[in-house]
């Protein structure tokens, strides 16, 4: 199936307009993979085809089920591992300290795709349960992909899913057999909740993160919107919280509201500067409600 | 280098787990059923076992349960590699000896990982 080059950048504007991502030339040769499935279900013989009916505006839900399927959403529990090794190595406890007052945890899984990574997240804390007894954990996935953020809320996975990343005694502690597949169980799903997001809109209430992980999100963004996305990502974080991006992605040149934990390699806090923003800010909004 | 026995009586199981576990830098030998794997294994024990559960001859249980009888000091780490998905066979495999469980079909990606959390990639 062959895709012209007007057509190419008609479904790259498409996806760009919805979610800020670009179709880069590394993505250029898996559309007609990613949009394969969708035209046999819909009927639909040519990629050009596609193109004329988005471009009629004939079926307005069809536009959106294109971007859906134009996202890559490769994922799989405790991706890379190493990350969430320095998770519980180092951030969870410091914050174990920090917050032992209020006992109140609040995660933001940034680009979270079906949900791995948050319930990865959850199993941090689930399986120190003497540790984090009386807290209130709050663990937030978002994505820009509907279908995403529905797949993640369901915590049903297909059994090529569950064992992607997962040892064998973990995954049957935390999921039970359904008839699609897995489902995590209701203690690991009760911290978890998800929403639609778009990372270049205003973050999701309530703010305060006191750990946001965006991993291999960023990078398929302009270099104009990954600077607003780390605007909006340092504007959702605790004073003293931290940003995990993905391995080999930094926010050198791109920001700077953000720099890297010397003590933690990966993990990356609000500069003074941007603390100072953040507290004047919360001045301006004090005052404005005053 | 470590060494790993693919026990399946597929031979296209065989190959394309071969090629996977290639890439991962691993020794590779094969037999195609549960009575040939323990033959390998008196020759010479792998680090780790790729093991089928339903296999002609001799059952990857059957085999399970005789390789830990022996209790060889070199025991390997022995990874269940089947269809048989449900929890019921998991557990069994689990009391039986086995260290990981891999469900088919599965990726270069899991099987990678599976092995590094018996601790041999």
Redesign the interface.
Known sequence: MQISDSSTRILAGLLEARTGQQLTMSRRWRIETALSSLLRERGISTLDELITILVMGKEPSLSQMVVEALLNNET?FFRD?APFDLLQRYALPELAQRRARSKRLRIWSAGCSTGQETYSLAMLFAEEPEKWRGWTIDILGTDVSTACVDRARSGAYS??EV???L???QM?KWF??CPDGWRAVEELRRPLRFQVHNLLEQPPHPGGFDIVLCRNVLLYLSPEKKTLSFERLAASMAEDGWLMLGAGETVIGQTTRLGADINARGLYRLVSGGQVEKRQSDRRATSARA | MKSCLIVDDSKVIRKVARHILETLEFEVEEAGDGQEALSRCEAKMPDVVLLDWNMPVMSGMEFLRLLRQRGHADQPKVVFCTTE???AH??AA?EAG?D????K???R??LH??L??VGVA
């Open positions: 799989y591992r059994q090529f064992q992607r990343g040892g064998i005694n049957i039970e057999e | 998905n449900d929890m998991i557990r689990l086995a990981e469980y891999v469900m079909p599965f990726d990606e899991t990982i599976k590094q959390l």
